[in-house]
């Protein structure tokens, strides 16, 4: 009797973004691999556990990965489909990251009632959003506007608009647009406009160290930039020491060749203090160090202290 295809349990979130975005990781490696039969498992993480009004800014800290780590570490799965946002910058002991497919629009975007742009909002607009890195942003770009603290998955935000009476909602395009949602988006913001989060619009496939058959199956659908890109941008907020508690933000680019270009921005929680700078180098976690370094000395640890007490 011969042997039968090679099954890869994949762990994800189960919400309609996570299914969506396992999806299109399995879908690219069936196309690049032959004998191998894909199992998903959908696994309840503590940011699904938890009600969105006590979830508070968990994004990155792990409340939305840590559990399905536990299962790939115990070895009830073989590898695990994230968005890199919600990854911690540094892994956990036995994992590591073996790829991240091409990057999706790291921008983040407007949905707003009416079809409104944001210039054309109304003075004093209410805009919703759980993430300090967009709200401080978004101040600084109109004072006028008051921000509504929002939780909840996509489509749960969105249906918040009208209900709440908001004028608009910021969230990230790539999720808009892996749920067929992107006509949603009355506007996206260019990344040196308002600094994305670090990893935003990317995905991670995490693997177990040492398991280099599912790590070389991983390996296919890679994408060298976007790996780069990846690894300045979590080196940055790795060196910074911030996270979701912090308004941190981080996006790195490539035009061809080796170089590439980092744009960091740390602020206060209410934006009063707010440092942004760009830096330029081939190496993509020397960049990322180098920028930390020099943004901290600027007065970005000065900021990040106040943040913290």
């Known amino acids: 009797m011969g042997r039968g295809p090679l099954k890869i349990r994949v762990g994800t979130r189960g919400s309609r973004l ?25 696994i309840k993480t503590l940011g699904d556990r938890l009600p969105p009004e006590e979830r508070g800014e968990t994004d990155g800290k ?17 590898m695990a489909v994230h968005s890199l946002k919600d990854v911690s910058a540094g892994l956990g002991a036995g994992l590591k990251l073996a ?17 409104l742009s944001f210039e054309r909002l109304p003075v004093g607009a209410k805009i919703g959003t759980s993430s300090l890195r967009r709200r401080v942003q978004l101040i600084r770009l109109r004072r006028d506007l008051r921000m509504v603290d929002l939780h909840g998955n996509v489509e749960t935000r969105i249906a918040k608009l009208e209900r709440l009476g908001l004028e608009g909602v910021v969230l990230a ?23 994305p989060a670090a990893g ?12 280099a058959e599912t790590e070389s199956i991983a390996s296919k659908i890679n994408d060298e930039s976007t790996m780069r890109a990846s690894e300045c941008e979590r080196a940055f ?12 933000g981080a996006y790195a680019s490539t035009k061809g060749g080796m170089s590439i270009t980092l744009t960091g921005m740390i602020a206060s929680l209410d934006g009063g203090q707010f440092l942004k700078r760009n830096m330029a180098a081939t190496d993509a976690v020397g960049l990322g160090i180098s920028l930390a370094e020099e943004m901290l000395q600027l007065g970005g640890a000065a900021i990040l202290r106040s943040c913290a007490t």
């Open 237 to 248: 907020v790795r060196e910074v020491g911030g996270d979701c508690s912090f308004p941190v």
């Open 173 to 195: 395009a790539a999720g808009l647009d892996r749920l067929s949602m992107g006509d949603r988006a009355r506007e996206r913001f260019e990344p040196e406009v308002l600094v």
């Open 18 to 42: 996570a299914l969506a975005q396992t999806k299109t990781v399995i879908d690219a490696l069936s196309a690049r691999t032959d004998g191998l039969e894909f199992q998903v498992v959908t």
């Open 99 to 115: 790829a991240t497919p091409l990057r999706g629009d790291p921008r983040d975007a407007l949905v707003s009632s009416g079809g």
């Open 200 to 211: 935003q619009g990317t995905l991670a496939v995490e693997v177990r160290e040492g398991d």
């Open 62 to 78: 792990g409340a939305f990965t840590d559990d399905i780590e536990s299962h790939l570490i115990r070895g009830d799965i073989d």
